[in-house]
């Protein structure tokens, strides 16, 4: 089992006013060439809208990218037809493929929206764009995993275009919580949205994360109540 420790303070950092960003891998001005992915994880910001801000038309292509909100609400136009408001409990992924222009707003005017946002590259390049976006109930991942982006259809989660696996828990204290690979030879990306545990001997706290691969498997031990999202994604 081999593991890569992120602290949350040593993200990098870019304060624009109507946004303010945390980036775990090197990132529009942010350049760490120990930092750029994953495996095949590529981007994962922590992102925090001002109300009124947001991301004008924009284009993407050839990458999977997953919106999940933590608090507030964003709202998201694309020029597949797709568009949708979002809050905390939901989760939005699109498949750029050969081409996509969208723009993501903050809801309100007046409170700030905060999201996670994640770029897996695909296992097909030049798909047809699309988009979906599902809520999911918080009280299903207590103290287990709540899958919420696979490919596996048994996992009834938002599709992705990748052998990758995107899940939720939140684990009370002192419970003890598995994680098993549904990939073989996949990595996980483990980051604490909220609260503290240990994996493997090392304490993680709130917007820490933990890269572990070589293992089809471990656990998580929670020092206190804590919300965690588990990326599993290949290595190469």
Same mark, same amino acid.
């Given at each position: 089992m081999k593991t890569i420790l992120q602290k949350a303070s040593e993200r990098? $950092?870019? !304060? $624009?006013?109507?946004?303010d960003a945390q980036h775990y891998f090197s990132f529009a001005g942010y350049h760490n060439p120990e930092k750029v992915h994953f495996g095949l994880l590529r981007v994962l910001n922590d992102d925090t809208v001002a109300g009124g801000g947001g991301f @004008?038309?924009? +284009? $993407? #292509?050839?990458?999977?990218? %997953?919106?999940i909100p933590h608090s507030g609400a964003l709202q998201h136009k694309d020029s597949t037809g797709g568009q949708g408001i979002i809050k905390a409990g939901d989760v939005q992924i699109m498949s750029a493929g050969s081409g996509v222009r969208h723009s993501e707003f903050?809801? &309100?005017?007046?409170? +700030? %929206? !905060?999201?996670?946002?994640?770029? %897996?590259? @695909?296992k097909k390049r030049n798909i047809e764009p699309r988009y979906d976006q599902r809520t999911f109930d918080i009280n299903d991942r207590i103290n287990k995993w709540q899958t919420v982006v &696979?490919? %596996?259809?048994? #996992?009834n989660a938002l599709w992705i275009n990748q052998d990758a696996r995107f899940s939720l828990t939140k684990i009370e204290k002192s419970k003890e919580l598995a994680y098993s690979n549904a990939f073989k030879g996949n990595g996980v990306y483990l980051v604490v949205i909220n609260g503290s545990v240990t994996v493997n001997g090392t304490t993680l706290n709130k917007r820490d994360a933990l890269g572990v691969w070589d293992t089809d498997s471990f656990t998580i031990q929670a020092n206190e109540d804590a919300e965690l999202l588990a990326v599993e994604v290949p290595m190469n």
């Open positions: 990098g $950092h870019a !304060n $624009h006013g109507w946004l @004008p038309t924009h +284009p $993407h #292509d050839n990458m999977e990218i %997953v919106t903050n809801a &309100s005017t007046t409170e +700030p %929206v !905060n999201l996670f946002q994640l770029w %897996v590259f @695909p &696979s490919p %596996v259809e048994a #996992d």
